[in-house]
């Protein structure tokens, strides 16, 4: 059986966060302020408006007016976003405290001395509540504490405070792993904006740094001092850093700086007290693909393949993870390749997983990679069903009528799913700030990593502290943020422990549902 631990040195590039990640170059940050000069702003009153994640060549957050830089928004693409492209400077405002932005009509209300916002209607967006649920986990899975789990105690409120809570995000946001991860960083983006149109955290306003690291270790080390030190950044939020964060893991935990929220294939958020992960991260992803794909096909799609990805150290879990999981979940393991995400064709693998009567067929590529796959297979009359998980699903699947059928985990919420009130309150928020922001599994991701933000710094005193958020987070015992994700608990001075959690989506009739009422499962 694989076991889940963390790998020292592992640099994910591939797999489950888009597997182009050798094509990032260097030398570009981004950055989204609510108050550097020169800034173009946008509040929580442009209902609409869409998550941003500017780029902003050569100088840091918070350059002057008179600066050479230029900005920004990253355009979602069909595979969930695009690669930030240069154009004029942008940011995210935060309100003062007592001088919220006025929202429009139908805006949530301001709250008062509380980050816990109430439960929005539902948005209509298709989603709805199914009554009853079934635990549909499979073997070695089971339902984990859902909306039902109980958060942790309300920290006592402290007076309303009116300093800005800064917090940065670090990662690649350039090139077409950059476009890929956007949207984990624009789903933070929209809970900034909609924190601040309800007046803040406590009477604080949000304001949020974006960099992008151009997946250098040594770059996420300079900016995460930048940040800390320079914007006096108290966490990190919704880090894109797979393959630089790693560069800066010893300075992180020499400064005893929450970092909360990965992409979901940085293991060493299991390694040090002070990485928080909103839900599973590294090996336990990998896992959750097969996990949730046997419940589903293992009994009339027995023989089980794999097509993974080639070019980083991290496909070889990618690969090794799922076939080991696949016999002990129900599978027959048959055939296993590994492929270049630069193929243009993958006909000679498709016709060895044919002849090897494969009828499941995971495919950890990046989604343009899946798109071939099934092309190059369907023209050899190959038809299975197909697999896959995170960040390689995207809303647009759902419109290629070979993929009907496929099943994917996400390790958060579904990002169609709006029958719980911490999901319907998502689903509100999209509607007023979302604008832009391509459906798929990032949005969530990014706003969970921030809701996880949002409980820790509830009550947040004057001034805000990191401190203050340690003691916080150390308090969550088996908190799933509403059913938003995995159970968290995190203890001081203790590293977070690895568990595989998904939920699984199947498509059917030209759309994503939830087989089994969004039930969450986890490996036991």
Not at 61 to 88: E, K, L, N, Q
Not at 464 to 491: E, I, R, V
């Amino acid at each position: 059986m694989p076991k889940l631990t963390s790998r020292p040195g592992l640099r994910f590039a591939v797999a489950l966060t888009s597997a182009v990640l050798l094509t990032s170059a260097c030398g570009t940050r981004a950055e989204d302020t609510s108050s550097s000069a020169g800034a173009t702003s946008t509040t929580a009153a442009d209902a609409g408006a869409a998550p941003e994640v500017p780029t902003d060549p050569g100088t840091a957050a918070g350059a002057p007016a008179d600066s050479p830089a230029s900005a920004a928004p990253v355009s979602p693409g069909a595979t969930g976003g695009s690669a930030p492209a240069a154009g004029g400077s942008t940011g995210t405002t935060a309100p003062r405290s007592g001088s919220a932005a006025a929202p429009k009509s139908g805006s949530p209300n301001k709250a008062s001395g509380s980050s816990a916002a109430s439960p929005a209607p539902s948005s209509g967006s298709g989603a709805s509540a199914a009554p009853g649920g079934s635990s549909g986990g499979g073997a070695k899975a089971s339902p984990a504490p859902g909306a039902g789990a109980a958060p942790a105690p309300a920290a006592p409120v402290a007076p309303p405070g009116d300093s800005p809570i800064i917090i940065a995000s670090i990662g690649i946001l350039s090139g077409p792993a950059g476009g890929a991860l956007a949207p984990n960083v624009q789903g933070t983006q929209m809970w900034v904006k909609w924190i601040n149109s309800k007046g803040g955290i406590n009477g604080h306003p949000v304001k949020l740094y974006v960099y992008d690291d151009q997946g250098d270790p040594a770059k996420h080390r300079a900016q995460a001092q930048e940040a800390i030190e320079k914007q006096k950044a108290i966490a990190l939020v919704m880090n894109n850093e797979a393959i630089a964060g790693r560069g800066s893991f010893d300075y992180i935990n020499s400064k005893k700086i929450p970092v909360i929220g990965n992409e979901g294939a940085s293991p060493w958020y299991y390694e040090s007290p002070y990485y928080f992960t909103q839900a599973p991260t590294g090996d336990a992803n990998f896992y959750a693909a097969v996990g949730a794909a046997a419940p589903v096909l293992a009994k009339d799609h027995k023989k089980y393949g794999s097509i993974v990805c080639v070019e980083a150290p991290a496909c070889d879990q990618a690969d090794s993870v799922p076939w080991e999981a696949a016999g002990e979940l129900g599978f027959e393991p048959v055939y296993r390749a590994r492929a270049s995400i630069a193929q243009p064709d993958y006909t000679a693998e498709c016709l060895a997983a044919r002849n090897a009567g494969v009828q499941s067929l995971l495919v950890f590529l990046d989604p343009a990679g899946i798109n071939r796959v099934v092309t190059a297979c369907t023209r050899q009359g190959f038809k299975p069903k197909y697999i896959t998980a995170n960040s390689l699903v995207v809303d647009a699947q759902k419109d290629v009528p070979q993929l009907d059928g496929m099943v994917a985990s996400t390790p958060v919420f579904p990002w169609f799913q709006g029958n719980t009130p911490a999901t319907r309150e998502y689903q509100e928020v999209y509607k007023i700030h979302g604008k832009g922001l391509a459906p798929g599994v990032g949005g969530p991701t990014g706003w969970v990593s921030a809701k996880l933000f949002e409980r820790a710094a509830a009550g947040m005193p004057e001034p805000p502290t990191s401190a203050y958020l340690l003691k916080n987070l150390y308090s969550l015992k088996n908190d799933t943020l509403g059913g938003l994700t995995q159970p968290h608990t995190f203890t001081e001075g203790r590293n977070a422990v690895p568990k595989a959690c998904w939920f699984t989506i199947v498509i059917k009739d030209k759309a994503w549902t939830s087989p089994d009422n969004y039930a969450q499962h986890c490996k036991q």
